[in-house]
């Protein structure tokens, strides 16, 4: 099946720093990708939609200057978190879409950011 | 961000009883997912929906996609360890980048 790898698993980083989250599709093409935001306990909250060489389309309360995405390629999705803070902790979620089997959206496997 | 309106929240139940759960969305969905969440992992597609009226199994699992378009059910039958977990329901929306929306989850335990 579909494999949707995130880089990295867990990830600790000093107040104020910046820290990148890899999205990939192992096996096939995305031109969309999406990243989520899990809140210990709460569902998956949409961040923005990750479209392969344009602009990230960010959802309503997300500051996209604190959130870069960058889809360089259609195998891979970044996002960036800027000057992060503790509140910044959480789980994040990538999803990809596969357009040669309908419209099929696969789920990374998540990646925890604690910030200290 | 919006979201659809899950429910039960939470279920306790005992080991082999049938488990029930739903979503409804005052928007119209051209799909319904339902997915699993185990701790610290993401979510796992359990059953994808894609026509009005579809019933849909998967082992145990039965899932059905409401006439209204708004409205999506599970079922678990016979219930067993394993299923415990965090369930969600999800819609890929009609016109809007397909992107999916998910309901809060339903926490299912099970009590020995």
């Known amino acids: 099946g579909a494999v949707v790898s995130q880089h990295p698993s867990r990830v600790i980083c000093k107040s104020g720093t910046s820290v990148k989250i890899e999205c990939r599709s192992l096996?096939?093409?995305?031109?969309?990708m999406f990243w989520y935001r899990q809140f210990p306990k709460q569902s998956l909250m949409l961040m923005a939609t990750?479209?392969?060489?344009?602009?990230?389309?960010?959802e309503q309360g997300v500051e996209k200057d604190k959130f870069l995405i960058n889809h360089a390629s259609l195998t891979l999705s970044t996002l960036t978190v800027t000057s992060a803070h503790p509140e910044d902790s959480s789980f994040y979620i990538c999803s990809a879409m596969r357009t040669a089997s309908g419209n099929t959206i696969y789920f990374g496997e998540g990646s925890w950011l604690t910030v200290v | 961000g919006q979201q659809l309106n899950q429910s039960p929240q939470s279920m306790f139940i005992q080991e082999g009883e049938d488990v029930s759960m739903n979503c409804t969305s005052s928007s119209i969905f051209n799909t319904w997912l339902w997915y699993k969440q185990e701790p610290g992992e993401g979510p796992v597609l359990l059953i994808a929906l894609y026509k009005a009226g579809e019933l849909t199994s998967n082992g145990r699992l039965t899932a059905q996609f409401g006439i209204t378009r708004k409205d999506s059910f599970l079922n678990i039958s016979a219930s067993i360890p394993s299923d415990v977990g965090i369930y969600f329901c999800?819609?890929?929306?009609?016109?809007?980048?397909?992107?999916?929306?998910f309901g809060k989850g339903t926490r299912l335990h099970i009590l020995p």
């Open positions: 999800a819609g890929q929306q009609v016109n809007r980048d397909d992107k999916i929306i």
């Open positions: 096996d096939f093409q995305a031109t969309t």
């Open positions: 990750s479209n392969e060489g344009s602009k990230a389309t960010y």
